[in-house]
C-alpha cells in the first residue's frame, strides 16, 4: 500500500519569506507524485505534477517542486510567498501500490501575514 | 464549462435521511471518485470507480454507496445519515493509470 506523509501541518510565513513544504511517499515502485492547492472555501486545484524526467518540476504561481528518489521525497517550494498564497496545500501520490488511486498527505495549512 | 461539477454545494439534513449527492464530469474520464473531507482537512478515499472496477474503501460504512449510471456520472447516496458524516465530500475523476486527478467544487453535507 502507498502512503503520503505531509511533515508540517501548520506553517505561518511573513510575505516574501520562502517556503519548503516536505512530503515523503511510501511506495517504492513507480508513482506519479503531485501537489494539489486547495483555497479558503474551494475545491483542490493542480499545482504541479511530476511523472518523469527532470526531478525539478514547475507549477503555477511560481511554485517548484524536487523529486528525490532516494529519499522517497517531493517537496514543495516557493521562493517568495504572498498573502494570495494562504491555502492548504496537499502532496499526493498515484501507482500501482494503491491500486492507482490518488493518495493524499494530511495537508498543510499555510497562513501568509502581510 | 465546469470540468467536474457535483450538487448540491451545500445539503443540510436530519439524523436518519437519505439523501444522494450527484456527481459529473465532462472530461472523458473512465475513473471517478468519491472522498471525504473531514474538520482538520483530511482527505479520505471512499470510493473508486471505473466501467470494470469498484474499490471501496474498508472503513466506509455500508450506509454509503456509489451509483454510477454510465460513464460520466458518480452519486454518492447515503442512507440513515449520522451526525459523523457532516464533512465536506468532493468528486473527482481522471483517466487511469498515472494521471492527475480534477476534483468538484464539493458538497458540505451537515446533520442536524
Known amino acids: 500500500a502507498q502512503s503520503v506523509s505531509q511533515h508540517n501541518h501548520h506553517v505561518i510565513l511573513s510575505e516574501a519569506a520562502s517556503l519548503e513544504l516536505g512530503c515523503n511517499y511510501s511506495y517504492g515502485g513507480t508513482v506519479n507524485l503531485f501537489w494539489y492547492v486547495q483555497y479558503p472555501g474551494q475545491h483542490l486545484q493542480l499545482l504541479l505534477k511530476y511523472f518523469s524526467g527532470d526531478p525539478l518540476v514547475k507549477g503555477i504561481k511560481g511554485f517548484e517542486a524536487e523529486f528525490i528518489k532516494s529519499k522517497f521525497s517531493f517537496n514543495l517550494r516557493k521562493p517568495s510567498v504572498q498573502w494570495s498564497d494562504t491555502a492548504e496545500y496537499f502532496c499526493a501520490v498515484r501507482g500501482p501500490g494503491g491500486s492507482y488511486i490518488p493518495t493524499f498527505g494530511r495537508g498543510t495549512s499555510l497562513i501568509v501575514h502581510p | 464549462d465546469t470540468a467536474v461539477s457535483q450538487t448540491p454545494k451545500y445539503l443540510v439534513t436530519q439524523m436518519g435521511n437519505d439523501k444522494s449527492i450527484k456527481c459529473e464530469q465532462n472530461?472523458?474520464?473512465?475513473?471517478m471518485y468519491w472522498y471525504k473531507q473531514d474538520s482538520k482537512k483530511f482527505l479520505k478515499i471512499m470510493f473508486s470507480y471505473n466501467n470494470k472496477e469498484l474499490i471501496i474503501n474498508e472503513t466506509v460504512p455500508n450506509r454509503f454507496s456509489p451509483k454510477s449510471p454510465d460513464k460520466a456520472h458518480l452519486n454518492l447516496h447515503i442512507n440513515s445519515l449520522e451526525l459523523g458524516d457532516s464533512a465536506v465530500y468532493f468528486c473527482a475523476s481522471s483517466q487511469a493509470g498515472y494521471t492527475e486527478a480534477f476534483f468538484g467544487q464539493g458538497t458540505r453535507l451537515t446533520v442536524v
Open positions: 472530461l472523458g474520464h473512465d475513473t
